[in-house]
């Protein structure tokens, strides 16, 4: 498609529940980043594929959270065992190859809850 | 190491004024990339302009206009006669080339936008 797609638009998640973001990247673009906007407006960045390979995985909370971008399928961003402090806006960002510096396309973000 | 910093947390004008919106980056890097973007109450990430670090000059874009100054790396953000519509949270961020960032974009803390009628 044109745009990126993110599901769900809201996750609600009970503390200790799995969550799990989607996002389909525009096709043909071969970048995929993840960011978390937390609930004061702070942007970080969790992790990005080039094609299904991991390219940066610096800003990634190894502990709970697990990303994959495989082939023919939406990437996907997986949070075992929900904390409070994980309610965010999710946005996930999608680039042609070698413009990943100065193209990115957001999608709409998703927002997860965790009560 | 890279960093955006936006000073202003709100600002606050009536409409019709103009304000401008300061955004200071640091980076070691003399390849990279600055960008505006505008998060309205909706939640999206509108993309506003994008310059790199060989262009400073100056850009106009309708009320939008753009500041880029190397000397004190800073990209500031103009809107002139502001309207309710341009209430939002507007965001600096910054992309390195040369450093092993691996193009994640660096963002600034926000600036809350209110235009009040």
Redesign the interface.
Same mark, same amino acid.
């Given at each position: 498609g044109e745009e990126v797609a993110q599901t769900p638009k809201h996750l609600v998640r009970g503390e200790g529940q799995k969550a799990k973001l989607y996002c389909a990247p525009i096709k043909g673009h071969s970048y995929v980043f993840w960011y978390q906007q937390v609930l004061k407006n702070e942007f970080k960045f969790l992790i990005s594929f080039q094609n299904e390979n991991v390219f940066d995985e610096t800003g990634m909370p190894k502990e709970r959270f697990s990303a994959k971008c495989l082939p023919n399928s939406p990437c996907s961003l997986e949070i075992q065992a929900t904390k409070l402090e994980d309610s965010a806006v999710y946005f996930c960002a999608s680039s042609q190859w070698r413009t990943g510096a100065y193209e990115q396309y957001f999608g709409p973000g998703t927002r997860l809850t965790v009560t | 190491a890279q960093k955006v910093t936006q000073a202003q947390t709100e600002i606050s004008v009536v409409e019709k004024e103009d304000v401008t919106l300061d955004c200071v980056y640091e980076t070691r890097d003399t390849t990279y &990339?600055l960008f505006w973007y505008k998060?309205p109450p909706s939640? /999206? !990430?509108v +993309?506003l302009i994008?310059r @790199?670090s060989f262009d400073e000059q100056n850009e106009i874009s309708g009320r939008y206009s753009w500041n880029f100054q190397k000397s004190t790396s800073s990209f500031n953000f103009t809107i002139t006669a502001s309207q309710v519509v341009d209430s939002a %949270?507007y +965001?600096c *961020?910054l992309? /390195? %080339?040369q450093s092993d960032s @691996? &193009?994640? !974009?660096?963002?600034g *803390?926000?600036t809350?936008l209110i235009i009040k009628p």
């Open positions: - | &990339y998060q939640g /999206e !990430l +993309f994008r @790199n %949270v +965001f *961020a992309s /390195e %080339v @691996n &193009y994640q !974009l660096i963002w *803390a926000g809350k």
